[in-house]
């Protein structure tokens, strides 16, 4: 258990369609990151929030979009869908501060694009 | 962005063997992270472990910052220790890097 929790688990979306993918982080941990893992590869980082805003991004396009909330929950949203979007999408919570930041992984959220 | 190098890339060994696990990093990182990703994709963190040498049971990890690199070692594998490892780093707080991973198979 790391005390972050993400929904859907699991979903099945049409090329072109637009999609929304929540995480709930961990109490007390104050940026949330979420990361694509396509099959057989390591987490991509795609974006990071910090106090509601943006704090980096990778390379990803801006049809990726992210909203942080004050409750420390985010959403990755998803514009116009592509097959290759299909992956997992792994979302994590962590805590800025002197002792670094150690990060925690929801069980992800498998998207399926057909 | 930082390059993470990860090796081997597969390694299968009998229940009981010992393992070292390797991660080189193209750049100083200041947060280095160990997980292991069990086959349903849930990626537990195993160490947070910048510099220095930490152990937790039958795993342990140690990082040489200034030559850029970790080590982490698995002993008495068991097959539950099968999955996949990865370590991560980063350097300016906001774009951890994985490596592409190392995944272990474990045999009875």
């Known amino acids: 258990e790391t005390g972050v929790t993400q929904s859907p688990t699991h979903l099945i979306k049409t090329r072109g369609q637009q999609v929304t993918l929540r995480c709930s982080s961990q109490s007390g941990h104050n940026t949330v990151s979420w990361y694509q893992q396509a099959l057989g590869q390591g987490p991509q980082f795609i974006f990071q929030y910090y106090r509601e805003e943006e704090n980096g991004r990778g390379n990803f396009p801006p049809r990726f979009s992210g909203l942080q909330f004050p409750n420390y929950s985010s959403e990755l949203n998803v514009n116009a869908l592509e097959l290759d979007d299909s992956a997992l999408y792994l979302c994590?919570?962590?805590?800025?501060?002197?002792?670094?930041?150690?990060?925690?992984f929801g069980e992800g959220s498998w998207l399926t694009v057909v | 962005g930082i390059q993470v190098e990860q090796s081997p890339p597969d390694l299968i060994l009998q229940e009981g063997a010992n393992s070292t696990l390797r991660c080189n990093f193209s750049d100083s990182v200041n947060n280095l992270q160990w997980f292991h990703q069990n086959p349903w994709g849930q990626l537990i963190n195993l160490f947070y472990i910048p510099s220095g040498t930490k152990q937790n049971g039958r795993l342990s990890a140690t990082t040489v910052a200034t030559e850029r690199y970790s080590l982490l070692y698995i002993s008495s594998s068991q097959t539950t220790d099968s999955g996949v490892y990865f370590c991560a780093g980063e350097k300016n707080n906001n774009d951890m890097r994985f490596g592409a991973g190392t995944r272990l198979t474990v045999k009875p």
């Open positions: 994590a919570s962590g805590k800025t501060g002197a002792g670094g930041n150690t990060i925690y």
